[in-house]
């Protein structure tokens, strides 16, 4: 299934702020792994709750939705996650966007509703 993945987060005035992201899941934890100090991640760390939505490009009524909250933001494993990453959505054995000065994150959500169709 190719598919969108859109996470929103909460910006300081209360906006939301919608981001296309990567998704993994380790059975317990949606995984989002991102850079320290982006607005997402700075938006994370002040207000935990998010939401996430993944659609089936080939059918729009066909999609998963999870709300829930940021149990926790870690560096650990966070470099070797990112290839991963890049291995299941580009196919390729390295994230090829790294910056020299980038220090990789992982934000584990629970989820405390999911809804799919």
Known sequence: MLEKRQLATIMPDGTPQVMPVWVDFDGTHVLINTSKGRRKTLNMEKQPRVGLDIVDNEN????????????????????????????????????????????????KIV???????
């Open 60 to 107: 729009p009524f066909h999609w998963l939705s999870v709300r829930g909250h940021v149990a926790e933001i870690t560096e650990h494993g966070a470099d070797d996650h990112i290839d991963k990453m890049a291995k299941k959505y580009l196919g390729v054995d390295t994230y090829p966007n790294r910056q020299p000065d980038d220090i990789r994150i992982i934000c």
């Open 111 to 117: 989820p405390d509703r999911v809804i799919a169709q």
